[in-house]
């Protein structure tokens, strides 16, 4: 980029600008790019997809009338809230009324940096990777707490404190199940850790032992409790606060909020997709060797689809199970999240001990067990469906 | 030792309950979703669908109404407003005019019950919503219309004689005393 | 703080941490228009106020300037989730004035119609507990049950949520066989689902633990503030119109009172009250099927003139609805509209129970009191 910057104040564009300014306003422009054409689609389908899946789940259809099967709803959505009035309630603290949305938006937009989406695509591979997109997730809790205390509402100052409380405490299992991975990677990069698992699901760090086995659930249970979804999402429990710490906002200031937390559920998926599931590894296809940019894609689509089958997990999860009461959320990570993790590291440095290289037996026994409980679990699907009889409908004819 | 099996315990007991609870929402996943896309996505149109009984909007058949007002006296919410004038010159009895307010109407089928010909009644019609307030008062009589005699022993006039059938074919919904219902389900 | 001399007493228990919550009348999870003014430190209550009345609409008035027939309808609004009910007590008191004898065809067509609309009340009450606590899928199922019971009740009488259907003297439209088949093939169809309910969500651990312990009401306070209905037999007692003051052709059916019995937690809690509900729609799906094996033939209404002008007395009488028993106090002056018509339901006492029992909860449990008490903003303040 740089180069190209340096060809073209040669060639006497921006020749009044101190060459520092130029350099800044291309990145500018460039973000302003990536945001609008990678990350406002991605949260949008995120968010057609967790409608129609729930829809489908209850019974019913989701939104299938804008665009081909309903996919441009968001869009809808969205231009349909920037033109909305922009409500201030009068004794609200302004600024940080303003101002809370946009660093929800920062806390996991900055995430985006350092996801792998492919074998050379990724914006930075920094190498404290995994501990960075930790870090910077963790900056919501400050825009959650201010539009809590700004909106002047008892409600949302209820909702944003207990947000905040149950953001700072997940993190902690979170943290340990990543760092059970980080013991067995090596490395905190994110390169590092993919290039640590290999194309087979019997090589990715998900089967490498029961304990990461365990950590993989931990850490997806925390994920959910720090984006604030079902069933952790006492902060904007519809029925009890009424939405909670975003009771006051409207329009477009309001689904900032909700843009951020479908984006947070694919950054989600993507660092369980990267951490455990092997990331962007293809099996290794001799006639793509000389096609890398075909070779790209491929790691593109299957990075993408394991992300997303986390996320559509995760929706899953929305739509079948209650919210947890606060003193049993902080009960559930203080008392069975916090000592399994710790259970989980500890088991996993053992097992580096005994077997540095890795145990190949126990690896493909974990991916046999995988196997047999996800077998097991279709089969119960069948069973329901048996079971229960076909929908009885009265009037077929319509 | 009590502890640990109640924390164990609750660990199995939560992630057995919560397969059980997904297996289920993953299979209303691949079945027949029960939404009517009304109105486009349909084959009949709805108010064809309707029960006979349905208590739709009120319509009236002015031609086999007589004006014995028992409509405007059994209806609850007085909804319905007859006007009936003497003409001075031929002392003949007309509507002046015949009004239902269906906003204020509870759609209870106390007046269709009471109609001795069956010439106000319950349609199969639902959707009524219109754009300012004076069209959800239905007007049935546009100019003074004469009231309908029944005749003794049958009508014989053929054009009347389809709407005389037709409500008493509605009549015939309701329950009454004289009428014997069938059996239990295994004779009907 | 200004401390003047006109702040009445209560500034005495009012401390200056204490939040006073409006839990509004605009509240996507209070049953109706309801306003509970939750005073509350942070995360546990001191006490939630119940505002009743922003539903009020002057039945028990307009039942002195309509006629008898013409009351009926409106008794449908009093309660719009369990409409049949309400007809049947009104009805069943206006004919206890005027001497009137029900027609056999006419009590079995009644007592499947109100077990019915039992079992769809039962639905929105557990579909909504569900929704409140958290869970929006059961609601969804629930609702599409419950629109296949609108279909029949459709069929039946012509209206989907305000029946008009039990008249005085019998009721007002035949049930006839084909409809009889469908109901038949409906309770085929329902009991599995109830079963896939209650593995959904019914014994899932995180819903059975936001649950026990929850408020739970003992005998005493139950005969104390009048609770009545599955309220009441989630206390462990025994009481159910149907059995023990029964009406219509209830001692001719074979059905249970379930009971609740503490399974999960303390007696009568918020658990108990849920399980209720939903051992109540098994045991209602038994009596229809009874009822339509019963089905004799004949007049399904008797004969009653059309200016009703029944002589002058009064009657009380009680009916077993789906939120408890709905008495209908009918006073007549022998003239063809009624002298008072007070309706007492179950869900108003239910109300003055839930300032003492929200001593002591979090926020989040008194969402799931009110759903588990199964309160119905019209029935409060009709």
Redesign the interface.
């Known amino acids: 980029m740089q180069p190209f910057i340096d060809q073209l104040i040669q060639e006497g564009y921006f020749s009044a600008l101190p060459r520092d300014l130029a350099y800044a306003g291309f990145i500018v422009l460039v973000a302003f790019a990536v945001l609008s054409f990678f990350v406002a689609p991605l949260a949008g389908i995120t968010s057609w997809l967790e409608r129609r ?9 989701g939104p299938n009338r804008v665009g081909p099967q309903g996919i441009l709803q968001w869009l809808a959505d969205g231009i349909k809230n920037l033109l909305k009035e922009d409500i201030i309630p009068t004794a609200a603290d302004k600024w940080l009324f303003a101002l809370a949305p946009y660093i929800v938006f920062v806390g996991f937009l900055a995430a985006f940096v350092v996801i792998p989406f492919g074998g050379k695509l990724i914006v930075a591979d920094l190498n404290i990777g995994i501990l960075y997109l930790l870090a910077v997730t963790s900056l919501v809790v400050v825009g959650i707490l201010m539009a809590g205390w700004s909106s002047n509402n ?2 949302s100052l ?1 909702g944003g ?1 207990r947000s905040a409380a149950q953001i700072i405490s997940y993190e902690i299992p979170a943290g340990l199940a990543v760092l059970t991975i980080v013991l067995v990677a090596g490395t905190m990069s994110m390169q590092g850790i993919i290039q640590a698992q290999g194309w087979a699901p019997w090589d990715w760090l998900l089967f490498y032992n029961p304990f990461t086995f365990i950590a993989f659930f931990l850490y997806f249970t925390a994920a959910l409790a720090e984006g604030n979804r ?2 952790f ?2 902060p904007e ?6 939405a909670g710490y975003v009771t006051e906002y409207s329009g477009m200031r309001f689904l900032f909020f909700f843009f951020a937390e479908w984006g947070n559920l694919y950054v989600i998926g993507a660092v369980a997709a990267t951490l455990f599931l092997g990331g962007w590894q293809i099996p290794p296809i001799p006639a793509l060797a000389d096609y890398p940019v075909v070779k790209g894609i491929l790691q593109f689509i299957v990075f993408f689809l394991k992300a997303y089958l986390w996320v559509f997990v995760a929706m ?2 929305r ?10 959320l902080m009960s559930l990570c203080w008392k ?1 999240m916090v000592p399994l993790s710790f259970l989980c590291l500890l088991g996993t440095a053992a097992w580096m001990v005994l077997w540095p290289q890795g145990n190949r037996v126990a690896s493909v026994a974990m991916f046999l067990l995988g196997s047999a409980i996800a077998v097991l ?1 279709f089969k ?6 048996r ?9 077929p ?2 | 030792m009590k502890a640990i099996t109640e924390y164990i315990g609750n660990i199995i007991e939560t992630v057995t309950t919560i397969f059980e609870g997904m297996a289920i929402t993953f299979s209303h996943l691949v079945r027949r979703p029960v939404t009517v896309q009304y109105p486009d996505k349909i084959d009949k149109r709805v108010q064809d669908t309707l029960p006979r009984r349905y208590r739709g909007i009120l319509e009236v058949d002015m031609d086999i109404c007589t004006g014995c007002l028992a409509c405007e006296r059994v209806c609850p919410i007085t909804c319905i407003t007859i006007g009936i004038e003497m003409n001075k010159e031929t002392k003949q009895r007309a509507f002046s005019h015949f009004d239902i307010d269906i906003c204020k109407c509870m759609y209870c089928g106390l007046c269709a019950e009471v109609c001795p010909t069956g010439s106000i009644r319950h349609s199969q019609e639902f959707e009524g919503a219109c754009y300012n307030p004076a069209g959800l008062v239905r007007h049935f009589v546009t100019e003074p219309a004469p009231l309908y005699k029944p005749k003794k022993g049958g009508e014989t006039d053929p054009k009347m004689i389809t709407k005389v059938e037709t409500g008493q074919g509605y009549l015939d919904e309701f329950a009454t005393p004289e009428k014997s219902g069938g059996g239990a389900a295994e004779e009907g | 703080m200004l401390m003047s001399a006109n702040i009445p007493a209560e500034s005495e228990v009012f401390h200056t941490e204490d939040m006073i919550i409006s839990m509004g009348p605009q509240h996507p999870s209070t049953h109706g228009v309801l306003r509970f003014i939750v005073r509350t430190d942070g995360e546990v209550m001191r006490e939630a106020i119940p505002d009743v009345g922003y539903l009020h609409r002057s039945i028990e008035k307009i039942g002195e300037k309509v006629t008898w027939h013409g009351f009926v309808p409106y008794t449908d609004r009093a309660d719009y989730l369990a409409a049949m009910f309400a007809n049947q007590g009104f009805c069943m008191a206006a004919e206890r004035l005027g001497g009137i004898e029900v027609t056999r065809r006419g009590e079995f067509c009644r007592v499947i119609a109100c077990e019915l609309n039992r079992i769809a009340s039962h639905l929105i009450a557990v579909g909504t507990f569900g929704q409140d606590i958290g869970a929006v899928t059961p609601f969804l199922h629930a609702l599409r049950e419950r629109e296949t019971i609108n279909d029949l009740m459709e069929e039946i009488c012509g209206a989907r949520l305000t029946y008009n259907y039990i008249r005085i003297g019998g009721v007002g439209y035949d049930i006839t066989s084909e409809t009889c088949d469908r109901i038949t093939a409906f309770l085929d169809h329902f009991e599995p689902i109830v079963d896939e309910y209650n593995r959904l969500i019914s014994y899932n651990k995180i819903f059975v633990e936001r649950l026990v312990h929850v408020a739970p009401i003992t005998k005493e306070d139950a005969f104390q503030y009048n609770i009545v209905g599955p309220n009441l037999r989630a206390c462990g007692v025994k009481w159910d119109i149907r059995r023990d003051i029964p009406y219509s052709v209830y001692p001719e059916l074979d059905f249970d009172i379930p009971v609740g019995t503490g399974e999960k937690g303390a007696l009568g809690d918020c658990y108990d009250r849920y399980m209720m509900r939903i051992r109540e729609m098994e045991e209602s799906c038994k009596i229809v099927r009874q009822c339509l094996k019963m089905l004799p033939p004949g007049p399904a209404i008797s004969k009653v003139a059309r200016k009703f002008k029944p002589p002058a007395g009064e009657a009380y009488v009680r009916v077993e609805s789906s939120r408890g028993d709905m008495g209908f106090y009918v006073v007549s002056d022998g003239s063809e509209y009624p002298y008072r018509v007070r309706i007492r339901t179950g869900s108003f006492t239910a109300m003055s129970l839930v300032s003492k029992l929200s001593q002591g909860l979090m926020v989040a449990d008194l969402i799931a009191l009110i759903a588990s008490l199964d309160v119905d903003a019209p029935e409060i303040d009709r």
């Open positions: 899946v729930w829809g489908r789940m209850q019974s019913r259809v008892k409600w209820l404190m079902t069933p999402d006492i429990a519809e029925s009890e606060l009424v899953w999860v739509g079948t199970l209650p919210r947890v009461r606060v003193d049993q069975y679990f119960r699907v069948n069973y329901q469906i079971h229960a009889r076909p929908v009885l409908y009265l009037k004819y319509i």
